[in-house]
Protein backbone atom coordinates (compact mmCIF):
# COMPACT_ATOMS: atom_id res chain seq x y z
CA UNK A 1 0.00 0.00 0.00
CA UNK A 2 1.89 3.40 -0.90
CA UNK A 3 2.72 5.55 1.93
CA UNK A 4 0.18 8.19 0.72
CA UNK A 5 -2.73 5.80 1.65
CA UNK A 6 -1.19 4.61 4.83
CA UNK A 7 -1.11 7.88 6.69
CA UNK A 8 -2.03 11.73 6.42
CA UNK A 9 1.41 12.68 7.67
CA UNK A 10 3.74 14.24 4.90
CA UNK A 11 6.51 11.33 6.65
CA UNK A 12 7.47 9.43 8.47
CA UNK A 13 9.62 11.74 11.05
CA UNK A 14 6.90 14.00 10.63
CA UNK A 15 4.83 11.59 12.86
CA UNK A 16 7.83 11.09 15.03
CA UNK A 17 7.82 14.98 16.16
CA UNK A 18 4.32 14.74 16.62
CA UNK A 19 4.84 12.61 19.59
CA UNK A 20 7.68 14.30 20.69
CA UNK A 21 10.70 12.51 19.39
CA UNK A 22 13.69 13.55 17.65
CA UNK A 23 13.65 12.16 13.78
CA UNK A 24 15.82 12.41 11.04
CA UNK A 25 14.94 12.26 7.49
CA UNK A 26 17.43 10.58 5.37
CA UNK A 27 17.58 9.65 1.69
CA UNK A 28 17.71 6.01 2.15
CA UNK A 29 19.63 5.38 -1.42
CA UNK A 30 22.68 7.49 -0.43
CA UNK A 31 24.88 5.47 1.95
CA UNK A 32 27.06 7.77 3.35
CA UNK A 33 23.60 9.90 4.03
CA UNK A 34 22.53 6.53 6.08
CA UNK A 35 26.06 6.27 7.56
CA UNK A 36 25.74 10.22 8.85
CA UNK A 37 22.24 9.93 10.02
CA UNK A 38 22.79 6.85 12.16
CA UNK A 39 25.90 8.29 13.50
CA UNK A 40 24.20 11.63 14.58
CA UNK A 41 21.46 9.61 16.29
CA UNK A 42 23.83 7.11 17.77
CA UNK A 43 25.20 10.31 19.70
CA UNK A 44 21.89 11.41 20.51
CA UNK A 45 21.18 8.41 22.09
CA UNK A 46 23.98 8.16 23.99
CA UNK A 47 23.09 11.22 25.47
CA UNK A 48 20.15 9.53 26.25
CA UNK A 49 17.64 10.47 23.58
CA UNK A 50 15.59 8.78 21.64
CA UNK A 51 16.24 9.10 17.91
CA UNK A 52 13.39 8.28 15.17
CA UNK A 53 15.56 7.58 12.10
CA UNK A 54 13.58 8.02 8.72
CA UNK A 55 15.30 6.52 5.87
CA UNK A 56 13.55 6.72 2.16
CA UNK A 57 14.29 3.86 -0.01
CA UNK A 58 12.69 1.84 -2.33
CA UNK A 59 12.34 -2.06 -2.50
CA UNK A 60 13.29 -3.08 -5.87
CA UNK A 61 12.03 -6.27 -5.25
CA UNK A 62 8.69 -8.17 -4.68
CA UNK A 63 7.60 -7.52 -1.27
CA UNK A 64 7.44 -11.89 -0.83
CA UNK A 65 7.94 -14.81 -3.18
CA UNK A 66 3.93 -14.37 -3.76
CA UNK A 67 3.82 -10.89 -4.23
CA UNK A 68 3.34 -9.61 -8.32
CA UNK A 69 4.28 -5.90 -7.80
CA UNK A 70 2.93 -5.53 -11.52
CA UNK A 71 0.03 -4.92 -9.67
CA UNK A 72 0.48 -2.05 -7.85
CA UNK A 73 3.14 -0.30 -9.52
CA UNK A 74 4.73 0.66 -12.88
CA UNK A 75 7.76 -0.46 -14.44
CA UNK A 76 9.14 3.18 -15.45
CA UNK A 77 8.67 3.58 -11.36
CA UNK A 78 10.76 0.38 -10.86
CA UNK A 79 13.25 1.76 -13.50
CA UNK A 80 13.70 5.21 -12.38
CA UNK A 81 14.53 4.03 -8.53
CA UNK A 82 16.69 1.28 -9.95
CA UNK A 83 18.98 3.96 -11.18
CA UNK A 84 19.11 4.95 -7.37
CA UNK A 85 20.59 2.23 -6.22
CA UNK A 86 22.41 2.98 -2.70
CA UNK A 87 25.63 -0.06 -3.92
CA UNK A 88 26.14 1.63 -7.56
CA UNK A 89 25.57 5.25 -6.13
CA UNK A 90 28.33 4.51 -3.42
CA UNK A 91 30.70 2.32 -5.74
CA UNK A 92 30.32 5.55 -8.12
CA UNK A 93 31.41 8.21 -5.67
CA UNK A 94 34.24 6.02 -4.95
CA UNK A 95 34.94 5.59 -8.14
CA UNK A 96 34.88 9.21 -9.06
CA UNK A 97 37.34 10.04 -5.25
CA UNK A 98 39.78 7.56 -6.62
CA UNK A 99 39.20 5.46 -3.65
CA UNK A 100 37.35 2.32 -5.81
CA UNK A 101 41.39 1.30 -7.37
CA UNK A 102 42.76 -2.04 -5.24
CA UNK A 103 39.03 -2.75 -4.71
CA UNK A 104 38.44 -6.36 -5.20
CA UNK A 105 34.74 -6.20 -5.46
CA UNK A 106 34.32 -10.29 -5.39
CA UNK A 107 36.58 -10.63 -2.50
CA UNK A 108 34.57 -8.24 -0.06
CA UNK A 109 31.28 -9.65 -1.83
CA UNK A 110 32.62 -13.16 -0.70
CA UNK A 111 33.80 -12.37 2.64
CA UNK A 112 30.23 -10.98 3.30
CA UNK A 113 28.32 -13.84 1.98
CA UNK A 114 30.88 -15.80 4.49
CA UNK A 115 29.92 -13.49 7.70
CA UNK A 116 26.16 -13.96 6.37
CA UNK A 117 26.14 -17.75 6.31
CA UNK A 118 28.60 -18.08 9.64
CA UNK A 119 25.57 -15.83 11.21
CA UNK A 120 23.05 -17.96 9.74
CA UNK A 121 24.59 -21.23 11.29
CA UNK A 122 24.93 -19.72 14.37
CA UNK A 123 20.70 -18.24 14.49
CA UNK A 124 19.63 -21.91 13.44
CA UNK A 125 21.44 -23.16 15.86
CA UNK A 126 19.66 -22.03 18.78
CA UNK A 127 17.53 -24.18 20.42
CA UNK A 128 13.56 -23.65 19.06
CA UNK A 129 11.04 -22.06 21.10
CA UNK A 130 7.80 -22.22 22.56
CA UNK A 131 5.36 -19.97 20.01
CA UNK A 132 3.68 -18.59 23.38
CA UNK A 133 7.03 -16.92 24.14
CA UNK A 134 6.30 -14.08 21.70
CA UNK A 135 4.11 -12.99 24.82
CA UNK A 136 6.36 -12.77 27.47
CA UNK A 137 9.33 -10.64 25.62
CA UNK A 138 7.23 -7.55 24.39
CA UNK A 139 8.44 -5.90 27.62
CA UNK A 140 10.11 -6.46 30.71
CA UNK A 141 7.16 -7.25 32.86
CA UNK A 142 4.09 -8.80 30.97
CA UNK A 143 1.22 -6.85 30.90
CA UNK A 144 -2.32 -7.11 31.77
CA UNK A 145 -3.69 -7.34 28.30
CA UNK A 146 -0.49 -9.46 27.46
CA UNK A 147 -1.76 -11.85 29.93
CA UNK A 148 -5.48 -12.12 28.94
CA UNK A 149 -3.92 -12.27 25.16
CA UNK A 150 -1.93 -15.19 26.19
CA UNK A 151 -4.47 -17.17 28.03
CA UNK A 152 -7.11 -17.04 25.09
CA UNK A 153 -4.28 -18.29 23.07
CA UNK A 154 -3.57 -21.20 25.17
CA UNK A 155 -7.47 -21.91 25.65
CA UNK A 156 -7.74 -21.69 21.42
CA UNK A 157 -4.42 -23.90 21.29
CA UNK A 158 -6.02 -26.47 23.85
CA UNK A 159 -9.89 -26.60 22.17
CA UNK A 160 -8.43 -27.01 18.46
CA UNK A 161 -5.03 -28.98 19.01
CA UNK A 162 -4.75 -29.03 14.99
CA UNK A 163 -3.45 -25.44 14.71
CA UNK A 164 -0.16 -26.75 16.57
CA UNK A 165 0.28 -28.17 12.80
CA UNK A 166 0.29 -24.53 11.31
CA UNK A 167 2.35 -22.78 14.15
CA UNK A 168 6.45 -22.56 12.61
CA UNK A 169 8.56 -22.64 15.88
CA UNK A 170 11.74 -20.40 14.84
CA UNK A 171 14.96 -20.25 16.60
CA UNK A 172 15.06 -18.09 19.30
CA UNK A 173 17.61 -15.42 18.84
Known sequence: MP???????NTLAQKALAYGLDAIRVDGQDVLAV????????????AGKPVFI??????LDAHTTSDDPTRYREDNEVEAWGQLDPIERYRSFLKKEGLWDGID???????????FSAALEAANAFEKR????????????????????????DDLLDRQQEMYDYIEQRPKG
Open 105 to 115: HDAIVEEIEAE
Open 35 to 46: YEAVSKARERVK
Open 130 to 153: NVSEMFAHVYQEMTPELRRQLTEF
Open 54 to 59: ESVTYR
Open 3 to 9: FTEQTGA
